[in-house]
């Protein structure tokens, strides 16, 4: 299935921009998606929110709603790929688009997750009070931070700070991200404000991981496809995954320091992965406000997700 899922993204990238059809390899040929594609479910979010974004670059704003309503029932961040497009179809003033996507992933999510609510909704509210009242996951900030403020006897975030203190600082993100999509001369591509919006969620999530870290290959491709700087960042994602392992070797197991790594090497880890994630999402906000140094636009495009929408519009 993972193979599938891998073609099946793969192939929806390359379709996505037919100008560029070889940074889908950006996707197809990752190394960090070689490691840690087994670990959860992340390929089937990532792979159908590229075939999602493909179906809505192909005015199938219905079918796209659709798919990208079953990738956030797999994972929940695919939601703000909905908001970037929900950004975007408004500013461009494309209601009946917005309504059709909006309605396509309300119907797809309804039945999927409403036979689970109505079977079990304790069990439903129990997933969601877990994740919040539970304690950072072990890739996030908060874990770092909470461990060391141990370590020096400080006082360490409860549960339900960090939880308060993730969700502001989310909604901080998607205020910035929408104020740039409305107050910019030109029109964010939505591939650009997807990346913003899933790139920080990756940041400040409580339950940060990171294999999370393939949310972005997809989205990296559409928006901002530099390779040399995009394997940077892998690297520095891999060395991140590899030292979580081993970190959790220590927490989860009986492992012996000859074959783990102790909390400041893993700090040192996260931060540096952290730290190139939040390069890029800078360099991508340079993009979209100087779109003479957007790959994609300074050749002439404007946004090949949207094209086709103008491209109707004209022959209207």
Known sequence: MSVLLWIAGTVALARSNR?????????????????????SWDLWAAALGAVGLFLFSRRRTMAA??????????QPYTALIVLAIVLVLIRR??????????????????????????????????????????????????????TIAQR?????FSPLDASVIALVLLVLGIIAVAWLCFSTR?????????????GWFLLVDKHASAEHLIWLLPLFALARPRWR????????????????????????????SQHSIDLPDFVLAMLASGTATL????????????PEHDPIRRVGADDPLVDAFSRQAVQK
């Open 93 to 146: 003033r494309l209601t009946v688009q917005l309504a059709n996507l909006l309605a396509g992933t309300a119907l797809s999510w309804l039945v999927f997750k409403l036979p689970l609510l109505l079977l079990n909704p304790a069990g439903w509210s129990a997933y969601w009070a877990k994740g919040w009242n539970g304690d950072p996951a072990t890739g996030s900030i908060y874990y770092a931070i909470n």
């Open 65 to 74: 709603g659709i798919v990208l309503g079953f990738a956030i029932c797999a």
């Open 186 to 198: 030109y029109t964010p591509r939505v591939a650009h404000l997807a990346l913003l919006l899933v």
């Open 279 to 290: 390069i890029l999402l800078a360099f991508s906000v340079r993009d979209l406000l100087r």
């Open 229 to 256: 700087s995009l394997l940077i960042w892998q690297v520095f994602g891999i060395l991140f995954y590899l030292a979580q392992l081993l970190h959790l070797g220590v927490i989860l197991g009986d492992n012996n």
């Open 19 to 39: 100008r560029r059809p070889w940074d889908a390899a950006i996707f197809a040929a990752s190394p960090l998606l070689l490691f840690a594609v087994f670990s």
């Open 152 to 156: 020096l006897g400080l006082s360490a």
